[in-house]
């Protein structure tokens, strides 16, 4: 079993920056691929990024290309999720969860998740 809990959601302004982080306990993430998604309210749970085991491998969202970073450092068990240049409609609950592909985007593909973190952009 692997548990996963997100930190670093708040309120910044648009055009700030927030840093999410998730960290595993259980076991190693090492031998997992590793998303981000998020869900706004009323609205489905969306990808967001992910990254490989190794983290040589990335995707992301067209919506979030070019201003949210997704990293990996496997001996802290952690994985991050750099929002940049963050825009009024980035508002959600964003939520981290671990795969067993090599690298996924469909929320299908996962099979550990975390509680969620909200994170809230004002215009």
């Known amino acids: 079993q692997v548990q996963l809990v997100e930190s670093g959601g708040g309120l910044v302004q648009a055009g700030g920056s927030l840093r999410l982080s998730c960290a595993a306990s259980?076991?190693?993430?090492?031998?997992?691929?590793m998303g981000w998604f998020r869900q706004a309210p009323g609205k489905e749970r969306e990808f967001v990024a992910s990254?490989?085991?190794?983290?040589?491998?990335?995707s992301y969202a067209d919506s979030v290309k070019g201003r949210f970073i997704i990293s990996r450092d496997n001996a802290k068990n952690t994985v991050y999720l750099q929002m940049n240049s963050l825009k009024p409609e980035d508002t959600a609950v964003y939520y981290c969860?671990?795969?067993?592909?090599?690298?996924?985007?469909?929320?299908?593909?996962?099979?550990?998740w975390g509680q969620g973190t909200q994170v809230t952009v004002s215009s």
């Open positions: 990254i490989s085991r190794s983290g040589g491998l990335l």
């Open positions: 969860a671990a795969s067993a592909d090599t690298l996924a985007s469909n929320a299908r593909r996962y099979d550990y």
């Open positions: 259980g076991r190693t993430l090492g031998n997992n691929c």
